[in-house]
């Protein structure tokens, strides 16, 4: 978990027309997805934005074996110790029910990155998430302790996309439709030519 004050950027280092596009859609209240091919800083710039938009954030990294239940989390058994031998279970918070919980408890606006989205099977992990971002009052989940979980607006999800094999029309347009495509790709030469003085100024600049 990142928190403002650790790492927080100077300068984004990606033109200023994207950094605009993906602030706007977070602060209206739209998930973000970052995608461009590899080596294009997306991870870095969802770090950068979510510390520019939110007091913290925490970054999980997709795998193939994801499922909806690390994003909005589900039934699992309780590995606590106990002195009986039968299996009790209780309710796991996914990446996204988990962000809104921390926003809640420290009234705090509070960002869930998640990273490499295309390594697992976006239409199956997103399922429950679609019809709560169409619909704000959709219970994600319950707590064992009778506590609802809905989409708060003080959380931002910003996802990051790799699209060397893929193209955006290829993507299941539920994906399109609900989360603002924001490209980390296409750089006018000026925009190029900025990102590499800001990056030698910041990094390069007592050498």
Known sequence: VMTRGEDTPENMLVPEAVERNARTALRTGKPVVLYGPT???KTT??????LKQ???YSLHTATPSWTAKDIVGGIGPNLSPSRTSSIKYQTELGAVTEGVRRAREFNVR???ILDEITRADISQIFGPLYTAIENRN???IETDD???IELDERLSIICTMNMSDRTV???DNAI???FAMVELNEYEDTDRQTLFETWVESNLGDI
């Open 146 to 148: 009778g506590q609802t």
């Open 138 to 140: 959709q219970t994600l």
């Open 169 to 171: 029309n290829e993507l």
């Open 54 to 56: 939110c007091v913290g």
């Open 110 to 112: 509070y960002a869930v």
């Open 176 to 178: 399109t439709r609900r």
């Open 39 to 41: 080596g294009t800083g």
């Open 45 to 50: 710039f969802a770090k950068q934005l979510a």
